[in-house]
């Protein structure tokens, strides 16, 4: 049974991971191949590919040192397809890890809603602190970055459990304290704010980055849901 799962969880993974990758590439690695012209030699900005609302947005799954020339670039897209297939596995692992641990199974119907909430908590609640990234755009402390993400991920997940899953008053309002803590004691921002890349670029690769995301959550949850439920019908029935 258990095999089962995680096939169909790395399956979905997959799926969603291809159908997002041209769009990734119509959408956002413009503005990262924008970004990167803004770059230093030294890569002045910050160790973008090391920080981890990168890791789990897949607006930065690019080929790192790839050339920034225009026209189809085989290097840049098969890197950024092997990146999104690896983190669409994650993606739908974590999802199918959640459902199993709180038991509530993912099905065609509900998969989106799962998909939205795997959002939510990894992506959704991160960014209103920091905000997706383009490369030689300024940044705090990595080690401290990484350790507010964190906490704002374990908050929210418990926060977003409390208000889906209990009923009572006093589970919601602590659920409802538990997403507001993080963004009430504040994202770590670096002292200098200024950078070579025009704010205009900045804003809508940080909307077309998330957007690119909810898209790759929602098809992970929906095609988890889909490949759980014919896969529960292929199994023999009791008799």
């Known amino acids: 049974m258990i095999v089962r799962y995680l096939f169909a969880a790395l399956l979905a993974g997959i799926l969603a991971g291809v159908v997002i990758t041209p769009v990734q590439s119509w959408k956002t690695t413009p503005l990262i191949l924008a970004a990167e012209t803004y770059e230093t030699g030294e890569g002045g900005g ?52 959640a459902s199993l641990l709180l038991g509530h199974p993912i099905t065609a119907a509900n998969g989106a809603l799962w998909g939205l909430a795997g959002f939510a ?22 080690e401290a970055r990484q350790l507010w993400w964190l906490a704002t991920v374990a908050l929210s997940a418990g926060g977003l459990y409390l208000l889906a899953f209990q009923a009572s008053t006093a589970a919601r309002l602590l659920g409802l304290a538990l997403l507001l803590v993080p963004h009430l004691v504040g994202a770590p921002h ?23 995301s909810v898209l790759f959550w929602v098809l992970v949850g929906a095609f988890a849901g889909l490949i759980l439920d014919r896969d529960r019908r292929a199994l023999p029935r009791p008799a």
Request: net charge negative; aromatic share 4%.
């Open 46 to 97: 910050h160790d973008h590919a090391a920080s981890l609302p990168s890791l789990v947005s897949p607006a930065h799954a690019h080929a790192e040192g790839a050339p920034a020339a225009e026209g189809f670039d085989a290097a840049r897209v098969s890197g950024t397809l092997l990146a999104n297939l690896v983190i669409g596995a994650a993606f739908s692992l974590l999802l199918l890890g």
């Open 190 to 212: 670096p002292a200098e704010i200024a950078s070579p890349v025009p704010a205009t670029l900045a804003a809508e690769f940080a909307v077309a980055s998330l957007g690119l």
């Open 121 to 142: 908590v990894l992506s959704l609640a991160p960014a209103l602190g920091l905000p997706p990234e383009l490369p030689a755009m300024p940044a705090a402390d990595l």
